[in-house]
């Protein structure tokens, strides 16, 4: 394997083991004192739900539940409503699309709900200023933890 790869996926396990032993948090309780990069984690007590990663942290945590967030800043709200909605399929058609989705009611009261919801999850964060090791990171603790709501799909 290439060393500097290497250097990379070694860190990976120490940072998820430091993000794990971290007190979790809710949205509306982060600290004033956060660091900036890196990568976060929702959870529901012991099941661990999405994983995310960014470069403002604190901003990116409050915009998944803002009440006035859209589908393209609370994508993983816009899943759930998805979820609790059956509308599990994305199309790139007029009929179905986001847009679409937000018009019909059920869907903008889901999509409301799922952001409330969001607000009250336990949220855990690791500072990684380092690109490629956010991205390796993301990837690493969705695969270890198993978190339902990471898919990695393209679109």
């Not at 948090?25 to 990663?53: A, D, I, K, W």
């Not at 539940?65 to 994305?90: I, K, V, Y």
């Not at 019909?104 to 919801?117: Q, T």
């Amino acid at each position: 394997m290439d060393e500097d790869f290497r250097e990379h996926v070694e860190s990976l396990a120490p940072k998820l083991a430091k993000l794990l032993a971290q007190l979790p948090v809710t949205v509306p309780t982060l600290p004033p004192q956060m660091p900036l990069r890196g990568v976060y984690l929702f959870s529901n007590g012991n099941e661990h739900l999405y994983v995310g990663r960014t470069n403002t942290l604190r901003r990116r945590l409050q915009n998944h539940c803002r009440p006035g967030s859209t589908h393209l800043q609370a994508a993983f709200a816009f899943r759930l409503a998805r979820e609790a909605t059956d509308n599990l399929r994305a199309t790139y058609k007029a009929a179905g699309s986001r847009a679409a989705l937000l018009q019909d009611p059920a869907f903008a009261n889901a999509f409301v709900d799922a952001k409330a919801r969001l607000r009250q999850l336990s949220v855990r964060y690791a500072e990684e200023p380092d690109p490629i090791r956010q991205c390796l990171l993301e990837v690493y603790i969705a695969v270890v933890l198993k978190t339902r709501y990471n898919d990695f799909d393209n679109h």
